[in-house]
């Protein structure tokens, strides 16, 4: 899977996804993921993103009975360490597009 | 017997007009004239000036190089000079004792006291046409520069005969001694002294500083005329007297001076400021939640359950709060409970105890059962992570109050296709996490917790302005929920 890394650009009307993309993210099926960037420092942000470990929530119980959660840190090579860590991209302030649909 | 249609010639013409140039009153009616024949810019080039004395200067004026074909702005400077400075001076007659005694103040006079006029020698004539050839101008500026000389005029009276042959106007008739003649064009200053008054200029550096010294004070009696109309003058323009008036800048219309701070308008907000505003930000809205209306105090009385006197109790009444009076009545009407646990006892709780993985409860709960939203008070010992349990789970609660039974979110049709939309990525609609992908109970719940959210956690997964920017068609829904539900 590859997705395309755009600027958040501020506007009027909130944020918006820039017209150019900075560079690409790769996964490939063993969880490597691969940065291509020609921006130094957004290449190192990334990097750094997605090598940190997540402190992300868990949904526990159920509707019929009663609905909790919980905290939990996740290490890089989880399964869904890379959908995480894509949802906070905007921390960064950057977004991330599949390929497919830029 | 005199026929009354009889040709006048240039000479008897001439005459005339030097006539009715001594009349100051005739001169300036003339000059109103010619100076609307040059608003117009209807001139016609092949009049003769009757002023000239050289005919082949007024002809010179039309080809003149500086002028002829050209569009730049030095040839456009130029022909401004000569129509602001001197084409005044043509009515200024050498010799005259009246026009003289007037000559100084009627230029200026005319230049400042009309300001309606003023911009017509400021803007000067289109390229190509001279209102007067640079000779009668240059003697014109003579005339100005030593008007005493009028001892010598008849001296110079003479040499006038003289240039006459030049000229294809005969000019036989003597010029009276109070009357100069009119005749200033010539093809160069230097060659004809032509009165005492008339002192030869000749055309280079030395009538520059004249030049300017006119314009300098033609120019700056323009903006003071346009000063007094303006009467918001600047301060920094204002002479001494003024400073003793600070706020009394008057601010009636147009320009004001940007010094002037008198109604605090504020340009901008240094970064500092701003940044200081943030840090503050959670003091002074704590600060400000002390203070509730009556009407909500007494609905959070009524659903509010556990120790009044613990201080998480009045945070919890202010984070309620933000749902408005009418969405807590609702809650209210379909008995939903808020009930506050002591520290550390979240998992104890029988609900929660009896739940898989009960033990790991972090913050709060809700029990769709009962109704009933817990909330531990370790909760407030410091700044949440991500998210605020407190409102979202109220927010479940107030989803479960609308759905009667079940919840709203899982009937609602405009939570389900956004819930959709996020699943499926469409552009414009993302999940803030994977615990918000669960089902669209959790989809609203963490879409409400972060538009009401306001700087109350670390590091928030999603705050109102990325549910603004990342997820528009939520946000307008729960702003509408909120406007339906507190009317």
């Known amino acids: 899977m590859r997705w395309d890394i755009y600027p958040l650009v501020k506007t009027k009307d909130g944020r918006r996804r820039g017209e150019f993309p900075l560079g690409t993210l790769s996964r490939s099926n063993d969880g490597e993921i691969k940065v291509d960037c020609p921006d130094a420092q957004t290449a190192t942000k990334l990097r750094l993103h997605f090598s940190s470990p997540l402190s992300v929530r868990r949904s526990l119980g159920s509707q019929a009975s009663v609905v909790f959660h919980s905290w939990e840190t996740i290490n890089p090579d989880a399964e869904d360490f890379f959908e995480e860590a894509l949802s906070r991209l905007h921390w960064l302030n950057l977004a991330a597009v599949p390929y497919s649909l830029s | ?487």
Not at chain 2, 226 to 240: F, G, I, Y
Not at chain 2, 399 to 407: K, Q, R
Request: hydrophobic share 30%; net charge negative; aromatic share 6%.
């Open chain 2, 1 to 487: 017997m005199l026929d009354p249609l009889f040709t006048m010639n240039s000479q008897n013409q001439r005459l005339i007009e030097n006539t009715q140039r001594s009349s100051d009153a005739v001169r300036t009616q003339a000059m109103k004239e010619t100076k609307e024949k040059r608003r117009s810019h209807v001139r016609d080039l092949t009049d003769l000036d009757p002023d000239l004395d050289d005919l082949s200067g007024d002809l010179l004026g039309d080809m003149d190089p500086d002028s002829f074909g050209g569009g730049g702005s030095a040839s456009r400077f130029r022909q401004m000079w000569e129509d602001d400075v001197e084409g005044e001076e043509t009515f200024q007659q050498p010799g005259d004792t009246i026009f003289d005694e007037g000559q100084g103040t009627c230029a200026i006079a005319v230049s400042s006291g009309s300001p309606d006029e003023s911009p017509e020698y400021m803007d000067g004539e289109p390229d190509g046409q001279e209102s007067y050839p640079e000779e009668d101008v240059h003697s014109e500026i003579a005339e100005e520069a030593e008007p005493t000389k009028e001892a010598s005029e008849p001296e110079q009276d003479a040499q006038v005969p003289e240039e006459e042959p030049e000229e294809n106007i005969a000019e036989a008739e003597p010029a009276p001694a109070d009357v100069p003649s009119a005749r200033d064009g010539s093809s160069g200053a230097e060659e004809k002294p032509k009165s005492s008054e008339r002192v030869i200029i000749p055309t280079g550096a030395e009538e520059k500083p004249e030049r300017t010294v006119r314009t300098e004070t033609v120019r700056v009696e323009v903006p003071s005329a346009r000063d007094t109309v303006q009467v918001n003058a600047p301060a920094e323009k204002a002479p001494p007297d003024d400073v003793d008036k600070p706020a009394a800048a008057p601010q009636i219309w147009g320009i004001s001076s940007l010094l002037d701070m008198s109604e605090g308008f504020i340009l901008h907000e240094s970064s500092s400021e701003v940044v200081e505003k943030k840090k503050t930000a959670r003091k002074k809205s704590a600060a400000s939640e002390k203070v509730l209306s009556a009407d909500i105090g007494e609905v959070l009385d009524a659903i509010m359950e556990g120790d009044k006197e613990s201080p998480a109790w009045d945070k919890v009444r202010h984070l309620l709060s933000r749902f408005g009076k009418g969405v807590l009545r609702t809650c209210a009407a379909n008995k939903i409970k808020v009930c506050l646990l002591p520290g550390g006892t979240l998992g104890s709780y029988p609900a929660i105890r009896n739940a898989e993985n009960g033990d790991k409860a972090a913050g709060g709960a809700y029990i769709p059962e009962t109704h009933t939203l817990v909330v531990d008070e370790s909760l407030f010992d410091d700044a949440p992570l991500g998210f605020h349990p407190v409102l979202y789970y109220f927010a479940m609660a107030w989803d479960h109050a609308l759905g009667d039974e079940d919840f709203a979110s899982m009937k609602s049709p405009a939570v389900k296709a956004s819930f959709e939309a996020c699943r499926t990525g469409m552009d414009g609609h993302r999940f803030p996490d994977l615990m918000s992908a669960v089902s669209p109970v959790h989809y609203f719940a963490q879409a409400v917790e972060a538009y009401l959210s306001e700087n109350d956690c670390d590091e928030p997964l999603w705050s109102r302005e990325d549910l603004y920017d990342f997820d528009r068609s939520m946000y307008s829904y729960i702003e509408y929920m909120f406007k339906q539900g507190n009317k």
